[in-house]
């Protein structure tokens, strides 16, 4: 849901008061949860933004974290893939993650 602008297409904003619209009232509403994520917390709408009571910022994980995430998922993968992880240092992987 990013900031509304002039040149939207008329489908993404009849979308976007669509979804606004929908949201509406959710915080008085004991029985719902609404989750949203994006990459981009810069560009979210205003409106949209302000309809969730609580934000959180997850920061990408650093390089020993990456790592640790990297180590798990390769066991894991280890035993339906024909690659031997071994032949291939574990920090060749951790450089390719970070951007």
């Not at 979210?44 to 020993?64: G, M, Y």
């Amino acid at each position: 849901m990013r900031v509304r602008k002039d040149d939207d297409s008329e489908h993404s904003g009849r979308f976007k008061s669509a979804l606004l619209n929908a949201m509406q009232g959710f915080d008085k509403n004991p029985g719902v949860l609404l989750i949203a994520t994006t990459n981009l917390p810069e560009s979210i709408d205003d409106a949209f933004a302000r309809r969730f009571q609580e934000r959180f910022l997850v920061r990408l994980p650093n390089k020993e974290e990456r790592q640790i995430i990297l180590k798990k998922y390769l066991k894991m993968a280890e035993s339906s893939c024909i690659i031997q992880w071994d032949d291939i240092p574990l920090e060749y992987f951790v450089a390719k993650t970070f951007r």
